[in-house]
């Protein structure tokens, strides 16, 4: 009787065996704990909160005033709230029209002309979020004629003198004097005419500005300082 006991023994202990292919559970660790449960848990610790979108602190354009001679400024500040690297790169458009290879913060002015209308566009990423932000449209405005004086100053009669102006929109100039001595005028094309000697009464100096303006209203000014002498030649002073 005590053979068939011990028998029954040794065979359900071989049925618990086959039941769990791995053996008996370890003795430290109650049969029904999974430590595979451990690891996902602690990985989720170790990630965090979520990324959070970088921040676009400073956007820009400048000047205050764009014209066909000033080159626009794109300002721009950006940073990550969670302490990493933001970047960002800019794209400029002009009519709508994206400018090509330009990228910089900075674009030349020979992109544009007077009535254009300017935005640039900023693309912010912290390497895992990124967004885009663009500006306001920008009409770039006229931009004054220029005068180019004389090397080294005049002096003389300036009669048949030539005033070299320029307009950098290509508009046609108009040309006046004012404050000048009587008889001195300017033609269409910026030729100063002063004919013969002054009469006595006109003797003394004069703060003359001849004037060159554009079809906008926008004017450069040439200052000239004359002194007449009753009975001589137009002596002209250069300006200081």
């Known amino acids: 009787m005590m053979l068939l006991t011990l028998t029954l023994l040794s065979l359900l202990s071989l049925l618990a065996c086959v039941d769990r292919p791995d053996g008996p559970p370890p003795p430290h660790l109650p049969p029904s704990v999974d430590t595979a449960v451990f690891e996902p848990l602690q990985e989720a610790a170790d990630e965090g909160r979520p990324n959070r979108r970088p921040r676009l602190t400073t956007f820009e354009l400048g000047p205050e005033v764009i014209t066909s001679t ?121 030729v100063i005419h002063f004919s013969g000697a002054p009469d006595p009464a006109a003797a003394g100096t004069f703060n003359a500005k001849i004037i060159a303006e554009d079809t906008v209203g926008a004017y450069a000014v040439w200052p000239l300082t004359l002194t007449l002498t009753p009975g001589k030649a137009t002596e002209q002073i250069p300006a200081n």
Do not use: C
């Open 70 to 190: 000033t080159d626009a400024i794109a300002k721009v500040k950006a940073n990550d709230p969670d302490g990493g690297m933001a970047t960002t790169r800019v794209r400029w458009l002009v009519n709508g029209e994206a400018v090509p290879g330009q990228r910089s913060n900075s674009l030349s002015h020979t992109w544009y002309q007077r009535g254009d209308r300017l935005q640039v566009e900023v693309e912010v990423s912290d390497g895992i979020d990124a967004f885009t932000s663009r500006s306001e449209q920008r009409v770039v405005e006229n931009s004054p004629p220029s005068i180019e004086m004389p090397k080294g100053g005049f002096q003389g009669n300036p009669d048949g003198l030539q005033l070299l102006a320029s307009d950098p929109d290509g508009d046609t100039l108009s040309y006046r004097i004012e404050d000048g001595p009587p008889g001195m005028t300017i033609d269409r094309s910026g």
